[in-house]
């Protein structure tokens, strides 16, 4: 962190914080004689102090996180060194972001005014999993459970090892499992960290310039994964069908195994005894004949468990699998890319939208770019004379108004 423009016992009316944005630890426009300061100096006339705030600018919730705590740190020390002074904060891109989220965390928004430059605002809200069983059912399940299950019944039902490949089985459903439970407290947090409410009576200015990239390949992605959802809805309200026809029918099958448990023991374990002393006295066994002669009409399985499930049990399995494995690797790829590698059990749950203004009602400044633009739309903001002349505006009404507050 660097002060800039601040002189040797002068005591400033305003203190100035910039704040870079993703992957641009090393920009320009927050150091000393870059455009944004050197039109700062000249259009504010009073005392000032600009400061230069640095980041890892990794693109991942954690990150933004802990440079929004770091930056309340300072803001902190920064009101408490000059409490009479106005102070702002710049932030470009997801430097807004992180601006805007320190001062909620600290409780600052009465005290502090923030300039929003092209900053992409998150809204997040819940996909289709709304609760904790469809949680289970697809994530939980299609990790430990159904993306393994056709393989390992083909491979035990043709080797006749159980017991190599039932602990793989048990293992693979703990994982899932794990996932789960692990998954639930990560999705929450995710969306603490993306979560962002600015009050109605904060002091926010918010300037873009048209044709901003880096919003339109975030829109992209947004749409991706908008498709994607509406892919999983239909996908996982099979599932739950599914799940759900499974639970009645275990039920059904309960109530009726529990009233008639002693008949049907009964019933079953004199047939078997019958049918055994038939073999052993006659060799004719009624059961045996039966399975023989229906064996192809049943169930295949009885036919020739071996051949059935190399044909048929695997591309069974895969059907269920390939849909889970598009719609989650969607939904992770689409959210993670422009999110982040932190948010990858958190966009599972969460669909995140990027928006021209954070929640609530909101002034936005659209600057037309000033003839050719030979860089990005997304960082010619700092650097914009009708933007910049803007924000120096702004600044100057907003200690004027404190000044005319301070007379009064």
């Known amino acids: 962190m660097k002060d800039t423009n601040a002189?040797?016992?002068?005591?400033?009316?305003?203190?100035?914080?910039?704040?870079?944005?993703?992957?641009?630890?090393?920009?320009?426009?927050?150091?000393p004689g870059s455009t944004i300061q050197k039109h700062l100096s000249q259009a504010i006339p009073a005392p000032k102090l600009i400061v230069e705030f640095s980041w890892s600018g990794n693109n991942s919730p954690n990150a933004r996180e802990a440079a929004s705590r770091a930056l309340g740190d300072l803001v902190k020390n920064q009101l408490a060194q000059h409490p009479r002074a106005e102070h702002f904060v710049i932030g470009h891109s997801h430097g807004g972001n992180v601006a805007l989220k320190a001062l909620e965390m600290e409780n600052l928004f009465d005290r502090v005014s923030v300039i929003c430059l092209?900053?992409?605002?998150?809204?997040?809200?819940?996909?289709?999993?709304?609760?904790?069983?469809?949680?289970?059912?697809?994530?939980?399940?299609?990790?430990?459970?159904?993306?393994?299950?056709?393989?390992?019944?083909?491979?035990?039902?043709?080797?006749?090892?159980?017991?190599?490949?039932?602990?793989?089985?048990?293992?693979?459903?703990?994982?899932?499992?794990?996932?789960?439970?692990?998954?639930?407290?990560?999705?929450?947090?995710?969306?603490?960290?993306?979560?962002?409410?600015?009050p109605s009576n904060a002091s926010l200015m918010i300037v873009r310039v048209a044709g901003d990239e880096a919003t339109a390949l975030i829109g992209a992605f947004q749409i991706a994964t908008w498709l994607i959802t509406k892919i999983g809805i239909f996908y996982s309200s099979i599932l739950l069908w599914i799940h759900r026809t499974y639970t009645a029918t275990k039920a059904w099958f309960d109530a009726i195994t529990d009233k008639y448990l002693v008949w049907i023991v009964s019933i079953t374990g004199a047939v078997v005894i019958a049918d055994r002393l038939l073999w052993l006295h006659y060799r004719y066994s009624v059961v045996l004949r039966f399975l023989n002669n229906k064996a192809n009409a049943i169930d295949p399985l009885l036919a020739g468990p071996s051949h059935w499930a190399q044909n048929h049990l695997l591309p069974f399995g895969l059907l269920i699998d390939l849909p889970i494995l598009v719609v989650l690797g969607g939904i992770i790829l689409g959210g993670i890319l422009p999110m982040g590698a932190g948010s990858l059990f958190g966009v599972l749950v969460y669909e995140v939208t990027v928006e021209p203004i954070p929640k609530g009602v909101w002034v936005l400044h659209q600057i037309e770019p000033e003839g050719r633009i030979d860089g990005l739309m997304h960082s010619v903001c700092y650097d914009n004379t009708l933007a910049l002349s803007a924000v120096s505006d702004w600044i100057v009404s907003r200690l004027e108004d404190d000044f005319l507050r301070g007379l009064a």
Request: net charge positive; charged share 20%.
């Open 118 to 198: 092209s900053t992409p605002f998150l809204h997040i809200r819940r996909r289709f999993l709304d609760r904790a069983d469809e949680f289970k059912v697809v994530v939980g399940g299609g990790i430990g459970l159904i993306l393994l299950l056709p393989l390992l019944l083909k491979l035990t039902i043709i080797t006749g090892h159980i017991y190599v490949y039932a602990p793989l089985f048990l293992g693979m459903m703990a994982i899932g499992y794990v996932c789960e439970k692990r998954g639930q407290r990560a999705a929450e947090r995710f969306r603490a960290q993306i979560s962002l409410t600015v």
């Open 7 to 31: 002189n040797a016992g002068d005591l400033p009316n305003a203190v100035i914080t910039l704040v870079h944005g993703t992957w641009a630890r090393r920009a320009r426009w927050t150091r």
